[in-house]
């Protein structure tokens, strides 16, 4: 009876640790890379919303639609300028076989005595000066090339998609908004990603510290006595620059000194974190245990 005593307490003590913490910092729940905003060019006009709060999109999908009647109208500009281009170096290609032949015939005929060397000596150049023209043509395509791909990007740019896949969280804009300088946003996402809390831990606590530590997490409104069942999760990265907090106002006045430690939720954690309502940006208490 006394050693299935002991082992339930050992079992008990190894999954559950409650009082044992030897660090405790305040920490902040967040997505691994941050929330997304999704910016829009200034002054930029919306004709079509999309997506709405709580949308879960995915990567590559619609999310608005800016007026673009100015950007379809340059691509038409850069389509026209290109095909110009290519008419006038085609133009110019089709006199290059006849005028290297005939400056070729008259360097012969000039080398035989029958023609005199000026007049071959004139088509080399005239050869030459229409190869000239040819390259400048090209190039000129080439450019006009460059022209219509920019025009196009700029096009595609009127498109605001997700660069993700994600929830949708705040929408900003409806048709016929328009951003101005000081506010570019026109929505913000939640990825799919792991969800992570950064921790700001005193100085006074950063020997404790080790990667892989156990931690448990509580609503910033508990008390450090609290019964509340804490969300587990380990530390997975330890800062190397000290930074001011962000998160302790008293620590603020006093100029305290913390370093950002990440943890990650343990597998069986997300559920808790719903079942306790944290959200993502809420502060929580991290208890760190040995």
Do not use: W
Request: net charge negative.
């Amino acid at each position: 009876m006394t050693a299935c005593h002991d082992q339930d307490s050992s079992t008990t003590a190894a999954t559950s640790p409650v009082t044992d913490y030897v660090a405790m910092a305040r920490g902040k729940v967040d997505v691994e890379g941050g929330l997304l905003d999704i910016i829009a060019p200034e002054n930029a006009v919306f004709s079509q919303v999309n997506v709405h709060v709580g949308d879960i999109v995915k990567h590559g999908q619609v999310l608005a639609q800016l007026d673009n009647q100015a950007d379809r109208l340059a691509v038409s500009q850069a389509q026209a300028a290109l095909e110009q281009a290519k008419a006038q170096q085609t133009a110019q290609a089709i006199h290059l076989p006849a005028t290297a032949l005939s400056a070729k015939r008259l360097q012969k005929a000039a080398a035989l005595g029958i023609a005199q060397q000026q007049q071959a000596d004139d088509a080399t150049q005239a050869a030459q000066q229409a190869q000239a023209e040819n390259s400048v043509a090209l190039a000129a395509t080439h450019i006009a090339e460059q022209k219509v791909a920019e025009a196009e990007y700029a096009l595609q740019k009127r498109t605001l998609r997700a660069p993700q896949d994600a929830e949708v969280i705040k929408v900003f804009v409806q048709p016929g908004s328009v951003l101005t300088a000081e506010q570019r946003v026109a929505f913000t996402l939640l990825p799919k990603h792991p969800i992570i809390i950064r921790a700001e831990v005193n100085e006074s606590f950063i020997p404790k510290i080790k990667i892989g530590m156990r931690a448990g997490l509580l609503p910033d409104s508990a008390s450090t006595t609290s019964k509340i069942t804490p969300i587990t999760a380990h530390v997975t990265q330890i800062g190397k620059v000290y930074e001011p907090t962000h998160l302790n106002s008293d620590a603020i006045q006093q100029n305290n000194r913390v370093i950002v430690c990440l943890l990650t939720l343990d597998s069986s954690a997300e559920q808790q974190l719903q079942s306790q309502h944290l959200l993502i940006g809420q502060n929580v208490l991290v208890k760190f245990y040995d």
